[in-house]
C-alpha cells in the first residue's frame, strides 16, 4: 500500500487547539471584576485536580491559563471622578426615547444581559468621559444618546 493512504493515528488529523484569544489593550477592570478573576481560578484549579478524563482536563487548563493571563495583567481602575462616565460607573442615559441604565466594565465582568457592559463595546465608547445632561454620538447618528445621570455603582467596587 502507498504512503499516501495509510494513517498513523487519527490525532494527526485533528484541528490545533489554540489559546484564547486576549481582547486587544489594556485589561482596565474595575475592583470587582479582579476578585471575579480570583474566584474563576480557584474554581478551575479545583475542576482540573478532580478531573479524570485528558481532553477535559485539556480544556479547563487551556481555559484557566486564559483567566490567569487576564488576571496578571489586569490594571484596577480607580472609582471615576463624580458626575463622569467611567469604568465602574453606572450610567442612565436615554436613547430612542427609552431611558435605560448599564454600568461599565472591564471586558471579562461584561454581561450586557445584566446591564453590565465593556468599556470597549460601541455603547461604552459613547458612554466614557460624558456627563449628566451631556449628549453623545452613537450608532453614526450625532446626539443619539442624551445622558441623563451618572453614578459610581456600588457593586463595581465590591
Not at 12 to 22: Q, R, S, W
Not at 44 to 51: D, I, K, N, R
Not at 118 to 128: C, E, I, K, N
Amino acid at each position: 500500500m502507498s504512503v499516501a493512504f495509510r494513517r498513523e493515528s487519527d490525532d494527526e488529523h485533528k484541528e490545533p487547539e489554540y489559546e484564547l484569544p486576549i481582547p486587544v489593550g489594556a485589561n482596565l477592570v474595575t475592583p470587582r471584576g479582579l476578585r471575579l478573576l480570583g474566584e474563576e481560578i480557584a474554581r478551575l484549579t479545583a475542576l482540573v485536580a478532580a478531573e479524570g478524563e485528558e481532553e477535559a482536563r485539556k480544556k479547563l487548563q487551556r481555559r484557566l491559563r486564559y483567566v490567569g493571563t487576564r488576571q496578571a495583567t489586569a490594571e484596577v481602575q480607580a472609582p471615576p471622578l463624580s458626575g463622569s462616565a467611567g469604568i465602574g460607573s453606572r450610567v442612565r442615559y436615554r436613547l430612542n426615547g427609552t431611558e435605560r441604565a448599564v454600568t461599565i466594565v472591564g471586558h471579562d465582568e461584561a454581561d450586557p444581559a445584566a446591564g453590565r457592559i465593556a468599556f470597549t463595546a460601541p455603547l461604552g465608547r459613547a458612554l466614557m468621559g460624558s456627563e449628566a445632561g451631556d449628549f453623545a454620538d452613537f450608532q453614526g447618528r450625532e446626539e443619539a444618546i442624551e445622558i441623563v445621570a451618572i453614578d459610581a455603582d456600588p457593586e463595581a467596587a465590591a
